[in-house]
C-alpha cells in the first residue's frame, strides 16, 4: 500500500471543495486498514476516512493528517442477509438488492456515497431510515486496535444521528450487515411518492419495488442536483426538531407551515419550506456557492468555489432562520478542519 504526500482532496469530495491531504492511501482490505492506521498511529496524525465524500465539506487549507479512502468491497448474500463492503457504491448496492425481489431498500434509491458512510450519517429518505436494514455495523477499533461487530442496538442510531459521530474517530467501518424483507410490503405513505403514484393507488393497480425505485430515482432527479454536474452534498441543514408548544407559536406568524410528529411531544419542520417560504432565499448567491432553486435545503458550489463561501453562506442562512422562527438549525454535512 502506497502513502502519498500532498494529494488535493477536492475531487474526492461531491462538493468539490477542500484543500491537500498532509498523507492519503487507498485501503482494499483489513490488512492494509491497520497499516494505515499503524502509519498514523506512529506519526500521531489525526485519520479522515473518506467513501464517496458525498457529506463533506472540507476545508480550504486541507487536512493535515492521514486521509484514508476507503475501498474495501464484496457483496456476500446469504438468502436475505447481506454483508456489504464500506466501499461498496450505496446505491449499485440498492439496485442490485431491488433486482433479487428483496424489500426495505428501495426509497433509499439514487442517494449518493459508499456502504460505510450509510450507518454513520443514517442515511434516510421517503419514509425509509437505514438504520431499518441494518442487523450489525463491522468497524476495526482505532483505541483496541481490533475489529468489532457493533449490532443495530449499539449503533445508537438517529435522525442523521448515530455512536459514529458520538464517538467521532474511534470507529472505522469496515462493513455493514443488512437485512433484506422476504415478505414485505412497499412503504409509498411519504407525500411526493403518494402523488407520484396518485393514479395507482385510485386504480388499485399493484406497485412493485422496482416501480418504487424507479419513482424514488425521477422524484429525486427533479428536486435534487445531478451531483455528477454540480458542486453539492445534499440537504446541508438538518431539519430542526422542535417542541409542539414552539410549532403552534410559529404556526401563528405561518400558518401553513408544515410539521411531521416525532416522539416525546416534538415535530420535525422541512427547513427547505422554512428558507423558502419564509426566508425566500432560492438561488441566493455567494461568490461560486447559490442555494438551490428547485430546493432550499441544498448549496451548489460553482468551479472555484471555497469552503469558507460555504461557510459563509451557511452562517447567512442560520441568522436569517434565527432571526425569523427563533430556531437554532445544525449542519448535516460534515465539516473538515
Ligand atoms: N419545501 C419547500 N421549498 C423548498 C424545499 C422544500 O417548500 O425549497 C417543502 C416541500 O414542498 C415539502 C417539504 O418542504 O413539503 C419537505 O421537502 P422534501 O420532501 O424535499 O424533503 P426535505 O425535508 O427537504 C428530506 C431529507 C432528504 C430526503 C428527503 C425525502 C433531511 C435533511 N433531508 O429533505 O435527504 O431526500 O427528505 O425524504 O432530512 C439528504 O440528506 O442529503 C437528503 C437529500
Request: charged letters at 20%; hydrophobic letters at 40%.
Amino acid at each position: 500500500m502506497s502513502i502519498q504526500k500532498q494529494v488535493s482532496l477536492a475531487p474526492y469530495t461531491t462538493f468539490k471543495i477542500g484543500g491537500n491531504a498532509h498523507f492519503f492511501c487507498a485501503v482494499a482490505s483489513k490488512e492494509e486498514l491497520i497499516e494505515a492506521v499503524q502509519f498514523a498511529k506512529q506519526k500521531t496524525l489525526p485519520i479522515l476516512v473518506i467513501g464517496g465524500g458525498s457529506n463533506i465539506l472540507i476545508s480550504d487549507k486541507g487536512f493535515d493528517g492521514l486521509v484514508i479512502k476507503m475501498n474495501i468491497k464484496g457483496i456476500i448474500q446469504k438468502d436475505n442477509i447481506l454483508s456489504v463492503g464500506a466501499g461498496e457504491v450505496w446505491d449499485d448496492l440498492v439496485a442490485y438488492v431491488v433486482s433479487t425481489g428483496l424489500y426495505g431498500f428501495e426509497n433509499l434509491s439514487s442517494i449518493p456515497g459508499t456502504v460505510g458512510a450509510t450507518p454513520v450519517q443514517n442515511i434516510g429518505a421517503y419514509g425509509t431510515e437505514v438504520c431499518q436494514l441494518i442487523k450489525s455495523v463491522h468497524a476495526f477499533d482505532t483505541t483496541t486496535m481490533s475489529y468489532v461487530d457493533l449490532s443495530q442496538d449499539v449503533c445508537a442510531f438517529g435522525y442523521r444521528d448515530s455512536l459514529f459521530k458520538h464517538q467521532k474517530g474511534r470507529y472505522i467501518i469496515i462493513g455493514v450487515n443488512f437485512i433484506a424483507n422476504k415478505n414485505g410490503s412497499i412503504n409509498i405513505e411519504y407525500k411526493d411518492l403518494k402523488e407520484y403514484f396518485k393514479k395507482e393507488i385510485e386504480n388499485k393497480s399493484v406497485i412493485t419495488i422496482s416501480n418504487v425505485r424507479n419513482a424514488v430515482v425521477s422524484i429525486r432527479a427533479e428536486k435534487l442536483p445531478d451531483w455528477r454536474k454540480w458542486g453539492t452534498a445534499g440537504s446541508f441543514f438538518k431539519n430542526p426538531i422542535i417542541s409542539n408548544g414552539a410549532y403552534n407559536e410559529l404556526k401563528k406568524t405561518y400558518p401553513d407551515i408544515p410539521c411531521f410528529a416525532e416522539p416525546n411531544n416534538n415535530v420535525k419542520i422541512p427547513l427547505g419550506w422554512i428558507l423558502d417560504k419564509v426566508c425566500n432565499i432560492k438561488g441566493l448567491k455567494h461568490g461560486h456557492v447559490r442555494v438551490y432553486e428547485k430546493q432550499a435545503l441544498v448549496l451548489i458550489s460553482e468551479p472555484g468555489a471555497t469552503a469558507q463561501e460555504v461557510a459563509e453562506l451557511a452562517r447567512m442562512l442560520m441568522d436569517f432562520v434565527k432571526e425569523k422562527t427563533g430556531i437554532d438549525i445544525e449542519g448535516e454535512v460534515e465539516w473538515v478542519n
